[in-house]
């Protein structure tokens, strides 16, 4: 597909026309070129082009080869579009003067850089439609579509660029070209849309309705741009590939239309900066003379506070401290946002300056006392000011420092000696001493004298504080008068601790002597009191003892030993009536002299009463324990019946028991008989030890009955019923494993053609080389056993022989596993050699067998069997349903993978031992 925006424009193949300012394109191919479609689409635009500008002349066209034969609206076109004179035309009809107008308006084509090739004025004259629209498309590129520049492209690629960049922010549009990417509608409304959103709601429209939305661009366009329209929406759509030239001729009117829009745009953006710049120039005058203006205000309100030194005000140093935190405050706080504002200002000055410069504006003049050099000198007054007060501070801080000193000297010794003196008159006028004991009443005395002593110590402090207050007085210090009245009060306190603490010290030393002699009673009270109430809680133990006897002789001790604590029982009483009598004897001092016992014995927590009370319970306790012994003996007496009545039975069971596993053991190792003898005594024995489970289960009957009496030893008996049930279980167990074993073996000698002289001589083998007598060998006893009877092992081979023994590696060998290998060794045996051999024999001695010498030699069961898993044969000599006997033969001892029957498992043959089938040795194969 070509448009032409080429160095060559080719329109039909009958003329051509060559822009110095159009590109190469791609060529159409001729029957696209001759598609009536695309010439009625480009008579209609053109026709409406044309019309556009015609009637800014006051007429237009009907028929575009007709109207223009002349010459005469030709030319009109021309000087309407280019705005130029054109040569007057001439006045006749003839056809020389048709020609000739018509040359004029070539001539002026060509004189705007257009060569015009096979073009003529004769081919317009006479009506030709295709020369005719070529010269119009001719006109069309030259005057509204070479002066579009987007970006350095021109021409075609700049109306495609603006038209790109105009609807890239709309969905479903996509510009590529000027044919299809214009058939669904939505490039030609996002365009109306992005200039003009007032006119359409692009959110509304539909891809799937193309002819809706070509007629809404249309409409818009015609009633609202001033664009007429050129295109048929049906012509388009139905269209595979609408004409290009005529998309681009109504695209072009699109972009002339919305250019001066984007010019008024331009200008007013220009208009917008320059306005943009001289406001903010006066929003920086404004805000300088702002910032200005309150900076000065501030300093000017600022000098007469750090001016202001009134000492008289100032008497004390908490004052003059807040004076001086207000002016840190105010270096740390108010000052450093003026200092930003101050260096700030100079900044905004400098900048409008800079700005003002830049803009070819006059430079900005502050008002008058607002000048940068202004604010300075202010500022530096404001400085000189702020030093002076600073200095003063400090001079009237180091003045009242050391008043400030000695003041605070007084209130720190007042306050510890007032520290001290707390609660110390309510202490000395305490009678704490009258309920005392008397190691309470000589702590106290000890804590008395020890108080008399930090009392001498702290007469410094008091001489100390009342210096002070003499000194505060001779320094006139403000507070004098609180300093006075808190001095003789610390001095009246003084003397009244004083005359407390004498008085207390007589009270004591009175109590202290009456409280000796209550003392030694209770000391003689708690070394009498302590055994006794230790003899008391001895016997009430013992008397409570949950005791746990097991015969008859251990509760008779019990009962004899109290029989011997009743006989105590009076001459404790009487240490008892000795004990309650001193604590009698402390009451009536007390009553005597007036003194309040504190009730507690300080050598002692026991009372007279706890040794009362628990006499009493000794008393009581004494006939319960008598009752508990009788009935302990009672049952004692019926638990020892029932230890001998299990003893009798379980004396009995137990040695047959042993018996009967000694004689099980010696009939399994005796080698004297046959196996089928073997069998007869074991079933033998069986039976007896079936018949004998009556003896056992009244057996547990009477251990029942122990268990439920709690009676847990049995000295008549070594036997328990544990004993008993395994030694039951392991006699029941042996006879069948026994029975099996024998069962095994007679299958094996059976199976394998052992004779019974083979059999006893294996059997008299292993019992040889069973050292431990438990039915299993060793591997050390096991390959002992073997080189007796004349194996010669190395360790290969015979770990290979344990493999076979032991598959599962628990260490031992059984004797089945013993008698399973020596009949292995010792019975005939047959070899994938001899297999092949036999094989070979049935199919005369040919390298592979027939189905039917396999049906006629073999029984019918093993011929299938053979059929369904031999593989056909694939050597040389092979021919129409051989089967490979040798690779079949390898598979039976495990040399190869047996071929299975259709639906049957794979599963590998071995160990099959020859029977005579037809005279010969075939393998014997189950079924």
Not at 102 to 123: H, M, R, T, W
Request: charged content about 30%.
């Amino acid at each position: 597909m070509t448009t032409q925006v080429e160095s060559h424009i080719q329109y039909n193949h009958s003329y051509m026309v060559t822009e110095e300012y159009m590109q190469q394109e791609e060529d159409w191919d001729r029957d696209l070129l001759l598609d009536p479609a695309w010439e009625k689409q480009q008579r209609k635009t053109f026709t409406a082009w044309c019309n556009s500008h015609l009637r800014k002349a006051g007429t237009q066209i009907e028929n575009i080869e007709e109207d223009f034969r002349n010459g005469l609206k030709l030319m009109l076109l021309l000087e309407v579009i280019s705005g130029e004179r054109l040569p007057k035309p001439d006045k006749g009809k003839m056809r020389f003067h048709k020609i000739a107008n018509v040359n004029k308006a070539l001539d002026f084509i060509s004189s705007k850089g257009v060569k015009l090739v096979s073009i003529g004025a004769e081919e317009i004259v006479d009506g030709n439609l295709k020369m005719t629209l070529g010269m119009i498309w001719t006109i069309i590129l030259r005057f509204a579509i070479q002066d579009i520049s987007v970006e350095e492209t021109s021409a075609k690629e700049g109306l495609l660029l603006w038209c790109q960049r105009k609807t890239a922010p709309y969905r479903n549009v996509n510009v590529q070209n000027f044919h299809i990417s214009w058939k669904d509608g939505l490039a030609l409304c996002a365009l109306i849309h992005r200039h003009r959103p007032d006119l359409i709601d692009y959110a509304k429209l539909r891809k799937d309705d193309p002819i809706g939305n070509l007629n809404t661009a249309f409409e818009v366009a015609e009633k609202y741009l001033d664009i007429p329209k050129m295109l048929d929406a049906e012509d388009i759509v139905n269209t595979p590939k609408p004409d290009e030239k005529a998309i681009m001729t109504y695209v072009s009117c699109f972009y002339h239309a919305f250019a001066g829009a984007e010019q008024a745009e331009t200008a007013a953006n220009r208009i917008c900066k320059v306005l943009a710049v001289n406001q903010e120039n006066e929003k920086l005058m404004e805000e300088y003379e702002k910032l200005a203006s309150e900076l000065l205000e501030w300093i000017r309100r600022t000098i007469p506070w750090l001016e202001n030194r009134n000492r008289v005000a100032e008497k004390s140093m908490s004052s003059m401290q807040r004076k001086l935190e207000d002016f840190r405050d105010y270096r740390r706080v108010h000052k450093p946002p003026r200092v930003q504002e101050k260096c700030q200002l100079e900044i905004n000055f400098n900048t409008l300056q800079t700005k003002l410069r830049l803009s070819n504006r006059p430079a900005f003049m502050p008002s008058e006392g607002k000048m940068v050099s202004d604010i300075a000198n202010a500022w530096k007054g404001l400085e000189q000011v702020e030093k002076g007060y600073e200095e003063w501070l400090l001079t009237e801080i180091r003045r009242l420092e050391r008043l400030e000193h000695l003041a605070e000297k007084f209130k720190q010794k007042a306050t510890l000696h007032e520290s001290w003196t707390r609660g110390k008159e309510e202490m000395l006028s305490q009678r704490d001493y009258e309920s005392a004991s008397l190691m309470e009443v000589r702590a106290l005395m000890r804590k008395h004298e020890a108080f008399e002593s930090d009392l001498a110590a702290h007469q410094d402090r008091v001489e100390q504080i009342a210096a002070i207050a003499q000194e505060l007085n001779e320094l006139d210090y403000h507070d004098a008068a609180s300093v006075n009245s808190r001095c003789q009060a610390i001095c009246d306190q003084w003397d009244t601790l004083g005359t407390l603490t004498q008085k207390r010290r007589d009270a004591l030393e009175r109590v202290e002597k009456l409280l000796e002699t209550i003392d030694q009673l209770y000391l003689e009270f708690a070394k009498r009191a302590a055994p006794f109430n230790n003899w008391m809680d001895g016997a009430t133990e013992d008397l409570q003892d949950m005791f746990i006897v097991h015969s008859i002789e251990e509760i008779q001790s019990l009962i004899t030993a109290h029989e011997q604590f009743k006989a105590t029982l009076p001459e404790a009483d009487k240490e008892r009536m000795a004990i309650l009598g001193i604590q009698n004897e402390i009451q009536k001092i007390a009553q005597t002299y007036g003194i309040k016992l504190s009730g507690v014995n300080p050598y002692t927590n026991l009372s007279h009463l706890d040794i009362s009370n628990k006499w009493d319970t000794v008393k009581t306790l004494v006939p319960q324990r008598d009752q508990t012994l009788q009935e302990e003996l009672a049952r004692q007496q019926a638990n020892e019946r029932l230890r001998r009545q299990f003893a009798a039975q379980a004396n009995v069971l137990g040695p047959w028991i042993q018996t009967k596993m000694e004689e099980i053991g010696h009939i399994s190792v005796d080698i004297s008989g046959s196996l089928e003898d073997q069998m007869n005594h074991l079933k033998q024995h069986e039976q007896n030890i079936i018949n004998y489970k009556a003896n056992i289960d009244k057996l547990e009957g009477d251990h029942q009955l122990i268990q439920e009496a709690l009676v847990f030893d049995n000295k008549h008996t070594s036997y328990t019923m544990e004993h008993i049930r395994v030694g039951w279980e392991q006699l029941l167990t042996t006879i069948a494993r026994t029975i099996n074993e024998v069962e095994n073996q007679i299958l094996t000698r059976d199976a394998k053609g052992i004779s019974q002289e083979q059999m006893n001589e294996f059997r008299a083998s292993f019992n040889h080389f069973d050292r431990k007598r438990n039915g299993m060998m060793d591997p050390d006893d096991f390959r002992a056993c073997l080189i007796s009877m004349g194996y010669d092992l190395g360790e290969v081979e015979f770990a290979r022989i344990m493999t076979l023994v032991d598959p599962n590696n628990t260490g031992v060998v059984t004797f089945q596993a013993f008698i399973d290998f020596m009949t292995r060794e010792t019975a005939e045996t047959d070899t994938a050699e001899q297999v092949v051999a036999s094989f070979k024999i049935l199919a005369s001695d040919k390298n592979y067998i027939t189905v039917e010498e396999l049906r006629r030699e073999l029984p019918p069961e093993q011929a299938e069997y053979c059929i369904s898993r031999m593989t056909k044969y694939s050597g040389a000599d092979a021919v129409s349903g051989a089967l490979d006997y040798v690779s079949f033969s390898s598979a039976l001892y495990g040399e190869s993978d047996l071929q299975p029957a259709p639906g049957a498992p794979r599963c590998p043959l071995q160990d099959r031992h020859p029977l005579p089938i037809s005279g010969r040795n075939v393998p014997w194969i189950p079924s």
